[in-house]
């Protein structure tokens, strides 16, 4: 420590001394369930963030052995993003439902449809059972733009099997949703290139 700063120094002290507290005050809570159950995952906000980290856990559960699968709702079929050809790498199955960002479609009415149909093929797939953990991938601007009825997903997921994850990624997540939602992160953004002019970038942004 002989070459710290002052600043360094006295934040490094003064967090040794609060984690030695809390690891000597640390108790796991009481009635933690054992074993796996299903969990309906929710990653909304405003912040960058909220794919790559559902694609993060999509690689995590694959390494374990979970069968994987991958809705996109807003990504066209023909995308050939990052994560796509790692995906395709790895022998995981993925969707492209949409048509692109709605801000560029030309046809908002197609879009919809799309997303309806979409939802059909993911619904489909969560009924059928055959996979442990079902992304979603920017699911919520198709329920906030009202092209797939809360109702009939709020009862697919709740009569989805039990030992099923599904994760749902987007802006604006329905108060419904997240009150049905097992775990909801909520990415607020503090900062971002883009708002300094500095355009996306292959690798980070796609």
């Known amino acids: 420590m002989t070459d710290l700063d002052p600043a ?5 002290e003064a967090a040794m001394r ?8 640390h108790r ?8 796996r159950r299903g969990l309906v995952i929710v990653n909304t ?5 909220k794919t790559t980290a559902a694609l993060g856990l999509m690689m995590r559960a694959h390494g374990r052995g979970l069968r994987v699968r991958l809705f996109q709702f807003l990504k066209h079929e023909g995308a050939r993003f990052g994560e796509h050809r790692t995906l395709d790498v790895l022998g995981i ?9 709605t801000w560029r479609s030309r046809d908002l009415e197609n879009s919809a449809a799309m997303a309806a149909h979409g939802w059909t093929l993911a619904k489909a797939a969560i009924e059928a059972g055959e996979h442990d953990l079902i992304v979603l991938d920017e699911f919520t601007y198709a329920l906030t733009y009202g092209w797939v009825a809360w109702p009939e ?3 697919v997921l709740t009569a989805r099997p039990p030992l099923m994850h599904v994760v ?13 939602a097992d775990t909801v992160s909520e990415v607020t953004p503090v900062k971002h290139a883009y708002a300094a002019g500095i355009g996306a970038q292959t690798g ?3």
Request: a negative charge; aromatic letters at 4%.
């Open 204 to 206: 980070i942004e796609y």
């Open 28 to 35: 796991k809570p009481e009635g933690l369930q054992k074993g």
């Open 93 to 101: 199955e993925h969707e492209g439902l949409g048509d692109g960002f």
């Open 168 to 180: 749902i990624t987007g802006r604006d997540a329905l108060p419904e949703l997240v009150a049905l």
């Open 8 to 12: 360094t120094r006295a934040r490094r």
């Open 45 to 49: 906000g405003h912040g960058k963030g």
């Open 18 to 25: 609060d984690l030695e507290a809390a690891r000597d005050a």
């Open 153 to 155: 997903v709020e009862a």
